[in-house]
């Protein structure tokens, strides 16, 4: 099973900065991989797939990229419905798809 | 559009199956692969299987045992069956839509449904 470890845990940033967030894969995954919004009591949203592809809908200020074991999801200027949980996932290697433990960006 | 929703019994007892369906309205069923999701409590998210329209499926080896998932399409529903449940099965149920086969991340959610193993 391909472990996901996300870090930091929590991220405190001031609205209009920069977020940026890692994960990081026990082996390589290529780009098979996908980030989540998820704000409390919602179903989770879907970001980016294929490590830097924006799902339909999602603004532009949510960008990703890195392949093989280190992923970053950056946020670049935040807005006041950007804070949430942020998962991401791998699909490269499965049974399991997996994801990792998520990243809280809360207001600084 | 496409919406999922999930339905079933938010309290189940130790030892007992947890039955969960989730029906798709505002698309069909078919050509796609469907999967369940669970999230204890302030925890992060467990893949725990999926379907395909057709009926193959595929699940998480760790719960592999106790799983069965099922597809109706002519009610445009999936559900999930999980025997044997503990404490440790308290979750939030969610269904999901798999993107396309190529990219298996989920694109449309539903809303989740609290399930409580309790005596």
């Known amino acids: 099973e391909i472990v996901m470890t996300q870090s930091p845990a929590t991220l405190s940033v001031s609205p209009g900065e920069r977020a940026t967030l890692f994960c990081r894969a026990s082996q390589s995954i290529s780009s098979n991989l996908g980030w989540y919004q998820q704000k409390p009591g919602q179903a989770p949203r879907l970001l980016i797939y294929g490590a830097s592809t924006r799902a339909t809908g999602i603004p532009a200020r949510f960008s990703g990229s890195g392949s093989g074991t280190e992923f970053t999801l950056t946020i670049s200027s935040l807005q006041s419905e950007d804070f949430a949980v942020y998962y991401c996932?791998?699909?490269?290697?499965?049974?399991?798809?997996?994801f990792g433990q998520g990243t809280k960006v809360e207001i600084k | 559009q496409v919406q999922l929703q999930e339905s079933g019994p938010g309290l189940v007892k130790p030892s007992e199956t947890l039955s969960l369906t989730c029906t798709v309205s505002?698309?069909?069923?078919?050509?796609?692969?469907w999967s369940w999701i669970r999230q204890p409590p302030g925890k992060g998210l467990e893949w725990i299987g999926y379907?395909?329209?057709?009926?193959?499926?595929n699940y998480n080896p760790s719960l592999k045992s106790r799983v069965t998932i099922s597809v109706d399409t002519s009610k445009n529903q999936f559900s999930l069956k999980l025997r044997s449940v503990t404490a440790a099965d308290t979750a939030v149920y969610h269904c999901a839509r798999v993107i396309t086969d190529a990219a298996h991340v989920f694109d449309i959610w539903g809303q989740g449904t609290m399930v409580t193993v309790s005596s």
């Open positions: 379907i395909y329209y057709t009926g193959s499926t």
């Open positions: 996932q791998q699909y490269h290697n499965w049974p399991p798809w997996t």
């Open positions: 505002g698309g069909s069923i078919s050509n796609y692969y």
